[in-house]
């Protein structure tokens, strides 16, 4: 990433292939390139029919522009607290010299070192951590092949209640025009937690407009697979109780327990703690510990400031123990 | 809209843009890194060089594909 502009090239940096269509004089027309939780598969949202998809109508909104410039504006992010990766400081050692395979700035390290400052700041926010939602999380499953067809609504979904059906053609969010998921993701990475986004599709030759409502934490999505999760895990990599854990320990089913598949960090906060692999952790603060990793790295980190200190309730041979956990 | 149309239509505005390298060892440091990457681009990318790709796609007035992969 050194030397990339981000005012300009702003995307999940935690992707390792990302694609942007753009015209000279900057405008964005698209961006293509998705992930979801998938640990094994990384390309479950990804095909070679939806790029050439995407193609297709970054040509369209090419041939178009400028008529569509207004429309596309939004494309482009604020502008960004750096605007080279090289500048933030914990990555300023890096600009220097030749770039190597051992020494670039890997895109990932872009969001990952600018959220890590922005903690020691003790200015992160939900919005630092849930980032570039998927679809789905607007209940919204797409044709892999499309990218921008709905090929299911899932039940009790905000896109549900908004009337979206399973065929429609989304083609506008927000008066942003679309090419892909990537691109639905960037509306819904914008969006504020509580709001309407207006979403423009086509039904049958019909052209329909539909007002999605969200609130609450629509957001959240799973960040197991990113690789700056790393740093974002409070010295535990945690896992959820397998149900032969939740056997062995009798825990009821319903109760909450991660499991602690490796304390790390230098310096090594969890093991000063006393907190070994495999230790189950049941309790947060005095409260049922998260279901997923996700929500328990959010949970820590929001919660507690470099420096503070965190109780986790483990269950050790049947019987809770509480240790305190620094965290920085 | 077939294959060659679409490539024509971006042909000379693709760019490989996963890193910057300047000075002098650039050549050297750019050949360990598409090597790291087993980069076989052909002509119709320009690597890692986004003000010849504006340039061009300027001049011809195509879009730009820009692409951003991982060294491994």
Same mark, same amino acid.
């Given at each position: 990433?050194?030397?990339? /502009? ?80 090289? $500048? ?79 065929? /429609? ?31 423009? !599709? ?19 999505? /799973? ?53 070994? /692999? ?20 959010? !949970?820590? $980190? ?27 | ?72």
């Amino acid at each position: 990433m050194k030397g990339v /502009d981000l005012r300009l090239f702003q995307f999940d940096y935690d992707q390792s292939w990302a694609v942007f269509f753009l015209n000279a004089d900057g405008t964005i027309y698209g961006r293509y390139g998705t992930r979801a939780g998938d640990k094994k598969n990384a390309a479950t949202h990804l095909s070679i029919p939806s790029l050439k998809k995407a193609m297709e109508r970054a040509l369209e909104l090419h041939k178009q522009y400028p008529a569509n410039k207004t429309e596309l504006a939004a494309k482009r992010g604020p502008e960004p607290r750096y605007a080279t990766a090289e $500048r933030i400081p914990s990555l300023q050692d890096r600009a220097r010299g030749p770039t190597t395979p051992q020494n670039c700035i890997h895109c990932h390290m872009a969001g990952e070192h600018l959220r890590k400052l922005t903690y020691r700041e003790k200015r992160l926010r939900p919005a630092d951590i849930w980032i570039y939602p998927l679809p789905e999380n607007l209940g919204l499953k797409m044709e892999v092949d499309d990218g921008l067809r709905v090929q299911q609504v899932l039940a009790n979904s905000a896109a549900q209640r908004a009337g979206v059906e399973a065929g /429609d053609e989304i083609t506008t969010m927000n008066s942003q025009p679309l090419i892909s998921q990537a691109d639905i993701q960037w509306v819904l990475h914008r969006a504020p937690v509580e709001t309407s986004i207006a979403v423009k !599709l086509t039904r049958n030759g019909q052209t329909l407009d539909k007002t999605i409502n969200v609130s609450g934490n629509w957001k959240d999505t /799973d960040l197991s697979w990113r690789e700056s999760s790393w740093s974002l895990r409070p010295h535990l990599w945690t896992i959820p109780l397998s149900a032969d854990g939740r056997k062995k320990w009798n825990l009821p089913p319903g109760d909450p327990a991660l499991q602690v598949k490796w304390a790390f960090g230098n310096p090594p906060f969890s093991k000063q703690a006393g907190i070994k /692999d495999g230790d189950i952790i049941v309790a947060v603060d005095g409260q049922p510990v998260p279901p997923d990793e996700s929500h328990f790295i959010a !949970l820590v $980190r929001l919660n507690h400031p470099p420096g503070d200190r965190v109780k986790l309730t483990l269950l050790r041979s049947g019987k809770k123990e509480d240790v305190l956990m620094k965290v920085e | 809209m077939n294959d060659r149309y679409r490539m024509t239509h971006f042909t000379g505005t693709l760019i490989l843009f996963a890193l910057m390298i300047a000075g002098v060892p650039r050549v050297r440091a750019q050949t360990e890194l598409r090597e790291a990457l087993k980069d076989s681009a052909g002509a119709h990318w320009i690597y890692d060089d986004f003000p010849k790709a504006v340039k061009r796609a300027e001049q011809m007035g195509r879009p730009l594909l820009v692409l951003f992969r991982c060294v491994p």
